[in-house]
């Protein structure tokens, strides 16, 4: 009897925590880094004004998660460096643009701390933008001020590849040894004009550069901790974390399992590399079969929601709690997304976890929106100095 006196106080406790956790999800803002809705809906067009079927945001489940302020991603490929980089972002900001007009009940752009605020009091979701990839800049800073003028507020100064500003994480070949010429040229313009720096993505080396030329604090949108998935370049290490924190900046968990978990990032890399062989060793109507059977036959092992958690505690370790944010990488993931965190209805999971850690308020929404927006406010006004 006692046991199930026990049993049914931990769940009525629980029930409670959950209920609280809905609730600040609702009363918070919650500020995503990064989500590639563009690139989703440029593969394959959904009206994101209802509940799709596929992908990991619409404005329904944004609702439902509480989510105010997702980063829409202006994603272009590396591929496009000197081929189309800049047409491709005003086509993908057109498209962002487009949902503000199409739906202005629902969406609005934010090109400021000041408008995400005020969005969210009047029950809007803010669409700020950030661009994934330097590349459009196409050497020339008078495209920085036009993507400054059409809202872009981020920059990640490249992609998988080494581009005209700076070498890769993703990259072996190291062509500039951190940033080029004009890539130094670029940091020092982003800060005259209050366009965030994006450390995500970037070598260690761009980052050691970025980190002594930046007079402003830096983000990195959609990073997680190197120290769970060691070697991992794309991730950033317990030094770098140090550094980034000693001048203000933060650091957004990625959700993906890859970046979460040592387990699941070799098995994406070997399912890549199989999936790669495959390619090269079969013609295309043959090599979708197999992969599909290769698909089945070695199931991915997800992180879960304590995984992503983990993330979170070990930069609070590390730096404390003002230098930490969420950047989930929803809609560019694909299916590798963590057990409870799977889509952006499940912010509220998030905070449950954080209330069953003991956070207090002030410390769940410094990590769901307060330590991004005093960045981003930090390089408006330096701008305006
Ligand atoms: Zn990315």
Redesign the pocket.
């Given at each position: 009897m006692w046991i199930g006196l026990v049993c049914f106080l931990i769940a009525s406790d629980n029930d409670a925590v959950r209920s609280q956790a809905l609730k600040l999800a609702q009363e918070t803002i919650i500020l995503d880094g990064?989500i590639?809705v563009p690139y989703r809906l440029f593969e394959k067009m959904e009206d994101i004004s209802i509940r799709t079927a596929s992908g990991d945001f619409d404005y329904v489940r944004a609702r439902e998660g509480g989510l105010n302020a997702p980063f829409m991603?202006i994603?272009v490929p590396a591929s496009m460096e000197d081929n189309g980089a800049k047409a491709h972002a005003d086509l993908l900001i057109d498209m962002v643009e487009g949902f503000a007009k199409q739906w202005p009940e629902k969406f609005a752009i934010a090109k400021s701390p000041a408008d995400v605020e005020r969005q969210f009091e009047q029950g809007l979701i803010s669409l700020p933008m950030g661009m994934?990839n330097g590349a459009p800049i196409e050497g020339d800073l008078a495209n920085l001020r036009h993507f400054y003028d059409r809202g872009i507020r981020y920059i990640?100064l490249t992609?998988s590849k080494a581009n005209h500003i700076c070498d890769s994480s993703y990259d072996e070949e190291r062509i500039w040894h951190g940033l080029s010429p004009f890539g130094k040229e670029l940091v020092v313009a982003m800060n005259q004009l209050g366009v965030m720096i994006d450390v995500?993505?970037i070598s260690d080396e761009t980052f050691e550069q970025v980190m002594e030329l930046s007079k402003v604090p830096v983000i990195a949108s959609?990073s997680s901790c190197r120290h769970f998935t060691p070697g991992m370049e794309r991730n950033m290490s317990d030094d770098m974390i140090k550094k980034l924190a000693a001048k203000g900046g933060v650091i957004q968990i990625n959700f993906g399992s890859y970046f979460i978990k040592e387990e699941s990032r070799r098995a994406g890399d070997t399912m890549r590399k199989e999936i790669m062989k495959i390619r090269e060793e079969h013609p295309e109507d043959e090599a979708k079969a197999l992969i599909d059977a290769y698909r089945a036959e070695h199931a991915f092992p997800r992180a879960n929601i304590q995984d992503v958690m983990a993330h979170i505690e070990h930069v609070i370790g590390l730096v404390g709690e003002d230098h930490v944010g969420l950047g989930s990488?929803f809609d560019?993931v694909g299916d590798t997304l963590p057990d409870g965190l799977r889509d952006v209805s499940q912010f509220p999971n998030l905070i449950y976890e954080m209330l069953k850690n003991g956070y207090s308020v002030e410390r769940i929404q410094k990590i769901c929106s307060g330590n991004v927006l005093r960045v981003w406010r930090q390089v408006e006004a330096y701008s305006q100095k």
């Open positions: 990064h590639d991603s994603y994934e990640t992609h995500a993505h959609h990488d560019g």
